[in-house]
């Protein structure tokens, strides 16, 4: 899916947060990468509408994420650094079920498809379990099972591998790598992006370089020694 940034920027209380952008986004994988407080959170947030542009535009698949703002949300998963705080029901299968019902499917159809991404992530054994008490790594599956549940054209992962051992760490970079969805990955663990298409390097604001990974990461070593 084209995702589009014409001219846009953002800012909280008068202060410019990312400034004016413009960049067509359609590669399968795509990594996020800059300093704390770069704008990386920012600019994710403006692709699922979460942050209005201060100017210009942003559309996913062709749709304005302010115009069309609930349609072009649907197209846009975002799994948050801490996923927990995005599970809104105590029971992992109920909590899956929950983000369909709110979509009006039948409850034969809820169940199925359910199941069917249960399986998808290796996790039906875990269907029944409080998702208060799933460790790191079960977690960042049961988030993105619970998004990619409802059928978005692209995943959105703010630091995926944030606090995971290095088994869990590797689980999650063959999760993202299998996906068949479009997948934009915030992160500062930077060899999960080795395989990515692309890479944008963000830095006070603007978008600072946006290559490959293995260009991005050494301009990005270049900044961060300074
Ligand atoms: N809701 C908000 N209200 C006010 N300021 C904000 C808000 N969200 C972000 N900012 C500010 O915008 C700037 C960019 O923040 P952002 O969260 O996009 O950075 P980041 O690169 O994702 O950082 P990190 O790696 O620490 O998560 C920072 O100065 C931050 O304080």
Redesign the pocket.
Known sequence: MDIVFSDASAS??GQT?LHPLSLRLSERRIGII?L???????FARLINGLVRPASGRVTVGGLDTVKDEEAARGRVGFIFQNPQHQMILPVLAEDIAFGLKSRGLARDEISRRTEAVLERFGIGHLATRRVHELSGGENQLAAIASVLVTGPDVLILDEPTNQLDLRNRGLIERTIAALPEQAIV?THDLPLLDRFDRVLL?HL?RLAADTTPAEAVRIYREIAAC
């Not at 704390?36 to 959170?41: A, F, H, I, M, R």
């Open positions: 909280f209380a947060a800059g704390n407080g770069s704008g990386k959170t920012t915030i963000f604001g």
